[in-house]
């Protein structure tokens, strides 16, 4: 059964940085890219940054880039999100998942497997 369980969320001030971590499990890991997704209060899902199964190739919405790094360790059959000068617009629960096949993509309709997300506040 695959499982992804995501933690490393919490409340960090403006221009602050946190880094959740998704650990993956029941599924041969490095087949997979992955992806992160976030959701705010009112607001529907939107895609954040994904990498594929070597890690060889990343991909990041405007709206992070510059901000954000995707890496994952296929030993560990972890992802990480390092997020830098977090914004209180970056507020949003993050969630990972699993791509339906090795590489990247920015549609939600692309992953099959979602983890339970993780809360990430960021205050003014």
């Known amino acids: 059964q695959v499982q992804l369980v995501e933690s490393g969320g919490g409340l960090v001030q403006a221009v602050g940085s946190l880094r959740p971590s998704c650990a993956a499990s029941?599924?041969?890991?490095?087949?997979?890219?992955m992806g992160w997704f976030r959701q705010a209060p009112g607001k529907e899902r939107e895609f954040v940054t994904a990498i594929s199964r070597s890690g060889g190739s990343t991909y990041y919405a405007d709206s992070v880039k510059g901000r954000v790094t995707i890496s994952r360790d296929n030993a560990k059959n972890t992802v990480f999100l390092q997020m830098n000068i977090l914004k209180p617009e970056d507020t949003a629960v993050y969630y990972c998942a699993r791509h339906r096949y090795s590489g990247t993509s920015d549609s939600p309709n692309d992953y099959d497997y979602w983890g339970q997300g993780t809360q990430v506040t960021v205050s003014a």
């Open positions: 029941g599924h041969t890991f490095s087949l997979y890219g």
